[in-house]
Nanobody, 124 residues
């Protein structure tokens, strides 16, 4: 198993930036694909971005391409989400997720391990 802990959320003005981190512990980090999801109040959890075990492949939801960047540092057992040009509609709880599958996944049900989430609030 792997345990995931997100950090880096907070309150930011529209147009600002935040970098989220997801620290992993437990089994070997670099054998897991990783992903970021978010959930706004009253809405379903939605896919944001995913990254392969090596970090060589990334995938984003189309609406966030160019503003968000996913990365990982396997030596530090940590994944990141750099969020730029934030908008009020980016306000949500952001979750990191991990799974042992080989291919990048974009669906909630495809991930076995989840963090507790970190709140991101973007004010207008």
């Amino acid at each position: 198993q792997v345990q995931l802990v997100e950090s880096g959320g907070g309150l930011v003005q529209a147009g600002g930036s935040l970098r989220l981190s997801c620290a992993a512990s437990g089994r070997t980090f670099d054998t897991y694909i990783m992903g970021w999801f978010r959930q706004a109040p009253g809405k379903e959890r939605e896919f944001v971005a995913a990254i392969s075990w090596s970090g060589g492949k990334t995938y984003y939801v189309d609406s966030l391409k160019g503003r968000f960047t996913i990365s990982r540092d396997n030596a530090k057992n940590t994944m990141y989400l750099q969020m730029n040009s934030l908008k009020p509609e980016d306000t949500a709880v952001y979750y990191c997720a991990a799974d042992e599958r080989l291919a990048i996944a974009t669906q909630v049900y495809q991930y076995d391990y989840w963090g507790q989430g970190t709140q991101v609030t973007v004010s207008s």
